[in-house]
């Protein structure tokens, strides 16, 4: 099982940026799929971002061009650049990681404690 902490969320203004991190350990992370969802109050968990051992990455439509999802294998950790942020991006936002191939809740066995997101306008 991969341990997974978010780190980096924040309150910023509509406009700004920031950076999440997501720090692996008890294994390595470079066979997994790893993901960044979100969750806003009273809503669903959402997916957002995912990038595979392989380093192609997919975006949700509502992030795409906005945010970058990379990860730095020798670190072991997972990152998610949010640019342009808006106050629709509000959530706590969590790391996952998975070896399937899919987009779902489930197709991820291991997730972090989440990160809050708060943008304000």
């Known amino acids: 099982q991969v341990q997974l902490v978010e780190s980096g969320g924040g309150l910023v203004q509509a406009g700004g940026s920031l950076r999440l991190s997501c720090a692996a350990s008890g294994r390595t992370i470079s066979n997994y799929g790893m993901a960044w969802f979100r969750q806003a109050p009273g809503t669903e968990r959402e997916f957002v971002a995912r990038?595979?051992?392989?380093?192609?990455?997919y975006y949700a439509d509502s992030v795409k061009g906005r945010f970058t999802i990379s990860r730095d294998n020798a670190k072991n950790t997972v990152y998610l650049q949010m640019n342009s942020l808006k106050p629709e991006d509000t959530a706590v936002y969590y790391c996952?990681?998975?070896?399937?191939?899919?987009?779902?809740?489930?197709?991820?066995?291991?997730w972090g404690q989440g990160t809050q997101v708060t943008v304000s306008s």
């Open positions: 996952a990681a998975g070896l399937s191939l899919g987009f779902r809740l489930t197709d991820f066995g291991s």
């Open positions: 990038i595979n051992w392989r380093n192609s990455t």
